[in-house]
């Protein structure tokens, strides 16, 4: 089992619905977790982060965590065609008195106009 | 407040050859990670600096290497260059703090390898 794990993809929403992007991780005792979006040829972009059960909320962008399930997701609201990138996931766990981050291979989303 | 700098942003090497990327992360931040991404592949973890210790690894051979400076400067260097160590090299950046340790990004070399 990969430790942190996405769907590939690509996920096709249309302009202006919901996109869900989720992940699911291993370690239970994971702390925080990030999302970062990755524009082909780009660098990663951090988009948001969350450490606490709930929906965390920054503009069209949710995080959603619940640590019972493993599971984290980004809700993106009024999808744009310019939100078309690779969304990265990525898991903070302790180890060795430090964070180890592990990323999950990306989900590709395409927004179609 | 400067983001986390890489130098060079694109170069060329032949096949044997060797290569040296830089990395200055965000001030301040005493961990410095290099990561590996290939097209269509995710980042794929190379190794991890703090205070000039590498404390974490991934599974690269050894031709990989890297070093971190006292200023929290960071170096990778690859040797005996293969066609399949083209790639975009990351680095990435963080203060290193038990906890909340957000990383940031570069924006990364391209090497290719011909």
């Known amino acids: 089992q990969k430790e942190v794990e996405q769907n590939s993809g690509p996920l096709s929403v249309p302009e202006g619905a919901i996109a869900s992007l989720n992940c699911t991780y291993s370690d239970r005792g994971s702390q925080s977790f990030f999302w970062y979006r990755q524009y082909s040829g780009k660098s990663p972009e951090l988009i948001m982060f969350i450490y606490s059960n709930g929906d965390k909320e920054d503009g069209r962008f949710t995080a959603q965590l619940n640590k019972a399930s493993q599971y984290v997701s980004l809700l993106i609201r009024d999808s744009q065609p310019s939100d078309s990138a690779t969304y990265l996931c990525a898991v903070n766990t302790p180890s060795g008195g430090y964070q180890k981050v592990t990323f999950g291979t990306g989900t590709k989303l395409q927004v179609i106009p | 407040k400067a983001g986390v700098t890489q130098t060079p942003r694109y170069l060329i090497k032949t096949r044997g050859q060797q290569v040296t990327l830089s990395c200055s992360p965000i001030?301040?931040?005493?961990?410095v990670s290099w990561y590996q991404q290939t097209p269509g592949q995710g980042l794929q973890f190379l190794f991890e600096?703090?205070?000039?210790?590498?404390?974490n690894k991934g599974n690269f051979p050894g031709r990989f290497s890297g070093r971190q400076f006292s200023n929290s400067r960071s170096e990778m260097n690859v040797s005996t260059l293969e066609l399949g160590d083209s790639a975009l090299y990351l680095c990435a950046s963080s203060l290193g703090d038990p906890v909340g340790n957000t990383i940031y990004f570069g924006e990364g070399s391209w090497l290719t390898v011909v």
């Open positions: 600096y703090f205070s000039e210790t590498q404390r």
């Open positions: 001030s301040g931040h005493r961990s």
